[in-house]
């Protein structure tokens, strides 16, 4: 979480000013540079996934650049309420599968559709939920 707030994830984008040769197309539309703000707010696949969990939630996010996502996210998840812990979760969860899914991509060549993939973060959030506590 901390490389994707900071911007030091290893995009296509940041491993080319490092000077690795790298495809540097969005492996999710193939249509954009490999970005932190491309994939995560701009890229169909993850604004689709991300659309698909909040009207789970029934929240309405904004997102239209990186930033205003990015303070969306800080705003909303402050506090301990049920709704920030559980949009913390959530966006934790959306981010790594999000990544995991590029890095499947990538170096496996498999691919899952974004609505599986949305289903699998939504189920777990429900583990979660009903999963007994330990005191």
Not at 12 to 37: G, I, M, P, S, Y
Not at 66 to 79: D, H, L, R, Y
Request: aromatic letters at 10%; glycine letters at 2%.
């Amino acid at each position: 979480m901390w490389l994707l707030m900071h911007g030091r994830l290893l995009t296509a984008e940041r491993l080319k000013k490092r000077k690795v040769q790298v495809d540097e197309t969005c492996c999710f539309c193939n249509q954009a540079l490999e970005t932190r703000e491309h994939i995560f707010a701009k890229c169909s696949y993850g604004r689709n996934m991300w659309c698909r969990l909040m009207k789970w939630l029934q929240v309405q996010p904004i997102i239209s650049s990186w930033s205003e996502w990015q303070n969306w996210i800080i705003q909303k998840t402050k506090g301990r309420s049920q709704m920030a812990r559980t949009l913390k979760m959530v966006f934790a969860e959306y981010t790594h599968t999000s990544w995991i899914e590029r890095n499947a991509r990538i170096f496996e060549k498999k691919a899952t559709a974004w609505d599986v993939l949305a289903r699998r973060v939504a189920l777990r959030q429900v583990h979660l939920a009903i999963r007994p506590t330990v005191r």
